[in-house]
């Protein structure tokens, strides 16, 4: 068995995975021909390498694209089905799937906050009728916004925001210049609705954006954090506490927070006892799966299959699901990876 056959076949949960993120150049061509809007490439072929990942204006160019093609309801239930096909594709059986509803709801927007919900949420439905798959929903605040903080805090601790899957709340966006302190009002308010915070800290700006996190929006669980690994004491904090990562290994090459996969800091915090978790954050723009982000655990950032299956519980562990649930897909993990693991040995390396 490869280690690709071994990573493909293990159960896995995703906790950090932007839905913008997941669209395919193939949908936002039809989407964008469908809605009228104009992309800078004249058919798929060009879009595809339009597509992949330059640079970070690149990225927030290509990032605003998607966010115009999906207008519609349908638009955003398609995208969410469509994720959900390639979650089962890759045995991804529970995603926590982060959105900016703010940025397709806002006061600029056609679309209304229950219709946004409404649609990503027929989708939902979808994906788990035709793939059987589960979603939960952590929106996010989109940090050079802050003024739209309180708004989105109020769609999220809603009675159907509750229904409707929510379970956290995020806080995205460049981390620079917009520190977590900015948003300790809008955290507070949402946790006093009891609805727990799970913002980015840790990317672009060092241990002080993490301790911020912690300190002034008291975080369940962190966006990336890899950063901690600056700061010692931070380390030891969130090896004691428990408060879980979510990794993600390519977006933080990508993006230009290490210089390669060598030099990325997952060991070295599996190692302290950090509960650490893989993800793989924007997947259709940097060209990564969660499939590939565990690959590259093992054979690029020397985890040990003993280590990589601790990480993909992690991802049960952190969850927000209801203990009873975390509890039996805990279980179901368990066994998988004690068959799939304890009876490989990974030949050949795969590329
Ligand atoms: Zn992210």
Redesign the pocket.
Known sequence: MTLADIVAALPKAEL?V?LE?TVQPATLFELAQKNGVPLPVADVDALESWYTYRDFDHFVEIFTAICRCLQTPDDFARVTAEYGQSMARQNIRYAEI?WSPFTHAGADSDLAWENLLAGINAGRERARREFDVEMRWIPDIVRCYPDTADTVVDWLTSPEAQAGGVVALGL?GPEVGFPPELFAGAFRRARERGLPGNP?AG?TVGPESVWGAIRALEARRL??GVRAIEDPALVAYLAERQIPL?V?LT?NICLGVYGSYQEHPLRQLVEAGVCVTLNS??PALFRTTLNDEYRHAVQDCGLTLGQLRQVGLNAVRASYLPEPDKTRLLEAFDTEYARIIDHSTPGGRDT
């Open positions: 950090h932007h993120g982060t995205g980015h990317e966006g990336h979510e993600n977006s954050d924007d």
